[in-house]
């Protein structure tokens, strides 16, 4: 399932328990919907007359704005956004009609973990000719999100129902520019998704140069953060974390956005101006700062196999 996190606005309480939208509707209606993994609640953003809030086992996952794909309202996913057009400017896609690893118009990304389809909206609005597939657990949920926020139809746009290291395993190598992993189960991404042995499928799904983004939510002691960031190191030659000063210093609960790639990220002073510019300011850590940030933290592997009988 997708992140289930910290919230982007307020809204008010839900108008009553539904089964689906009314007869007729083409779009979102507040309420509680029962869904395959529990039940999600979509609550209108008082702050925002075109924005929805989703809820997920009653815990806050997502933002759509309908009027416009290109606003996220959560910091986060503003960071993510950002790490991936410093990499592939949009106006360099379109312009060159070319996307990353020589796949022409065409910049391929996956995510792990669907919610409301925030980010895949949104790079579907930054680069039109995008190819993208999002795995969600819970395919009802899938359906209602599809039915509710009118995202972009298949090819553009896939929502395959399954669990996200499964489908990883299966897809064919070289086929994504950019894969995001933002899968919570509770505060914490599942262990399955964050070891070593994981990884190594993440790096045979990238394509050359591509870029492997994760959403790491810790508490303030961040042991989860230095175990990602450690198994992130050893599985790519280059590294990198964005989060706020309060997050890196470990003074709150929150998240940091971790990078590997097989190539440099590189010095962008318009990302740094970009993060430095948002609601919640936010610093890079190079490779140096994050191999030393994780230094000594031992690398997450996958349980050793049952002994055969």
Same mark, same amino acid.
């Given at each position: 399932m997708a992140k289930r996190g910290k919230p982007g606005?307020?809204?008010?309480?839900?108008?009553?328990?539904?089964?689906?939208?009314?007869? =007729?509707? &083409?779009? *979102?209606?507040?309420?509680?919907?029962?869904?395959?993994?529990?039940?999600?609640?979509?609550?209108?953003?008082?702050?925002n007359s075109s924005g929805w809030l989703l809820k997920i086992n009653g815990v806050m996952s997502s933002h759509i704005d309908l009027a416009d794909p290109l606003f996220l309202d959560f910091e986060y996913m503003r960071w993510i956004a950002a790490l991936i057009e410093s990499r592939w400017p949009p106006s360099d896609v379109s312009s060159a009609r070319g996307?990353?690893?020589?796949?022409?118009?065409?910049?391929? =990304?996956?995510?792990?973990?669907g919610g409301a389809c925030s980010l895949a909206r949104y790079f579907a609005a930054a680069y039109p000719d995008a190819r993208q597939v999002?795995?969600?657990l819970d395919g009802k949920l899938a359906g209602y999100v599809r039915g509710w926020f009118d995202l972009p139809k298949a090819p553009l746009l896939r929502i395959r129902v399954g669990e996200a290291r499964e489908v990883?395993?299966?897809?064919?190598?070289?086929?994504?520019?950019?894969?995001?992993?933002?899968?919570?189960?509770?505060?914490?991404? *599942?262990? *399955?998704?964050?070891?070593?042995?994981?990884?190594?499928? !993440?790096?045979?799904?990238?394509?050359?140069?591509?870029?492997?983004?994760?959403?790491?939510?810790?508490?303030?002691?961040? &042991?989860?953060?230095?175990?990602?960031?450690?198994?992130?190191?050893?599985?790519?030659? @280059?590294?990198?974390?964005?989060?706020?000063?309060?997050?890196?210093k470990g003074?709150?609960?929150?998240?940091?956005?971790?990078?590997?790639?097989? !190539? *440099?990220?590189?010095?962008?002073? &318009?990302?740094?101006?970009?993060?430095?510019?948002?609601? !919640?300011?936010? @610093?890079?850590?190079?490779?140096?700062?994050v191999r030393a940030f994780a230094a000594g933290i031992p690398v997450r592997h996958d349980p050793p196999a049952p002994p055969e009988d």
């Open positions: 606005g307020r809204g008010r309480a839900a108008a009553g328990v539904v089964e689906g939208p009314g007869p =007729g509707s &083409k779009g *979102p209606v507040e309420g509680v919907y029962y869904v395959d993994t529990g039940d999600c609640e979509l609550i209108a953003d008082q702050d996307g990353a690893a020589d796949n022409p118009g065409k910049l391929r =990304g996956l995510h792990l973990g999002v795995v969600e990883t395993e299966t897809l064919t190598a070289d086929t994504r520019d950019f894969l995001i992993r933002d899968v919570f189960a509770g505060a914490f991404t *599942p262990r *399955p998704l964050t070891t070593a042995e994981f990884n190594q499928h !993440v790096r045979r799904v990238l394509a050359p140069g591509g870029m492997y983004v994760v959403n790491s939510g810790d508490a303030p002691d961040l &042991k989860n953060a230095r175990e990602d960031a450690a198994t992130i190191a050893a599985s790519f030659k @280059h590294t990198l974390i964005i989060a706020d000063p309060a997050m890196l003074r709150r609960y929150g998240n940091m956005v971790m990078a590997g790639s097989d !190539v *440099p990220f590189g010095d962008d002073p &318009k990302l740094a101006r970009r993060l430095l510019g948002g609601a !919640v300011p936010a @610093h890079i850590w190079d490779d140096a700062q």
